[in-house]
């Protein structure tokens, strides 16, 4: 009952925040609550068989359950949330990390579309946009409706895995060095190397669905589906080809991340100094260090968008002999961030390297607020469920 009640006030306050319709991610925001319940019913049944992991992994804070009414009554109607995520297991942090990913890229993946055509260095005359809004009208006009959510599926099982890992070790790792670094409080030090950490996990298992994703994102992508791109690319270029851009992604990914998380808690300890469940500064505190970091690192983008996709007018316009061992027109490729950053150069000078800025940060403002809202949200009602039933069951042991 607590569970549901917990939903409703969730629901109360995501719609009473950001109810000017011209704010960047209100529609995605309303999805995010829909979805939201729906996944609650099947996480309630999931946590239930982590029960036992949930008990043995971690020991749950203690809790003097013999106080005065006027204590118990308050704890009853607002649990400390600060005090909730110490016991939460591993498993927990995985669950809420999976689907915290696979809703932010789904529900930004049109964005994601839009980025990846814009970053293109040669692009087909008919796939020139002026903004991020001109292109999706104009893909959805030309390509069809569905065309800016090729790859979807593909990117969704990749994004499982690499955000459970993500986010897991990113708490386990913060929670340690904080407690090595500045015993007892915030280090934005450890945040930092935490995420850092995190990232070598979650590009090591993401990658290879980013090579296809944006692939298939191209336009005249010549890939008739994700088994077709993926058997493609395994016996044109070999299972290197999955990862030829992992080096780049954690160039700009190590950097990205070590900032996001350092803006994050930073905005955190401004806006909820007292770490209680607050839905807003959450989202508020993850759009704005989404949006420093994109922007920070774009240029790396760039070079790892062009090194995923290895753009055909790009490499038709290379001189000859570019890149070792490389022969004539489509058997020549971009390999390495030094030679993808001189390509860059050559072909678009400096402005290249800024090439879909504008959509980047519009992708990543609402991605990373919703990210972090589904996060914190789960997180905080799975341990609260498990918070809820060992005291019940505490309890009855008591009567």
Known sequence: MEADGFVRRRRMTAETTGGDPGVAGASAGAEVRWLGGRFWGVSESI?????????????????????????????????????????????????????????????????????????????????????????????????????????????????GPAHALYFASYEKLKKTLSDVI???????????????????????????????????????????????????????????????????????????????????????????????????????????AGAIAAAATTPLDVCKTLLNTQESLALSSLPSGQGPGQGQGAHRHISGLAHAFRTVYRLGGLQGFFKGVQARVIYQMPSTAISWSVYEFFKYGLTKHQHDKRRAQHMEAEM
């Open 182 to 288: 500045h015993p007892g409080a915030n280090s934005h030090l450890a945040n930092g190397a935490a995420g850092c950490v995190a990232t070598l996990l979650h590009d090591a298992a993401m990658n290879p669905a980013e090579v296809v994703k944006q692939r298939m994102q191209m336009y005249n992508s010549p890939y008739r589906g994700v088994l077709d791109c993926v058997r493609a690319i395994w016996q044109k270029e070999g299972p290197a080809a999955f990862y030829r851009s992992y080096t780049t992604q954690l160039t700009m990914n190590v950097p990205f991340q070590a900032l996001h998380f350092m803006t994050y808690e930073y905005l955190q300890e401004l806006l909820n100094p007292h770490r209680q469940y607050n839905p807003s500064s959450h989202m508020l505190s993850g759009a704005l």
């Open 47 to 159: 946590v239930g068989s982590l029960t036992p992991r949930i008990g043995g992994e971690t020991e749950l804070q203690t809790v003097d359950f013999i106080r005065s009414a006027q204590d118990a009554e308050t704890e009853d109607s607002e649990p400390d949330y600060e005090g909730l995520p110490q016991g939460a297991s591993t498993s927990t942090h995985m669950l809420a990390g999976a689907v915290a990913g696979i809703m932010e890229h789904c529900l930004m993946f049109p964005i994601d579309c839009v980025k990846t055509r814009m970053q293109s260095l040669q692009p087909d005359p008919a796939a020139r946009y002026r903004n991020v809004m001109d292109a999706l009208r104009r893909i959805v006009a030309t390509e069809g409706v569905w065309r800016p959510m090729r790859g979807l599926n593909v990117t969704a099982v990749g994004a």
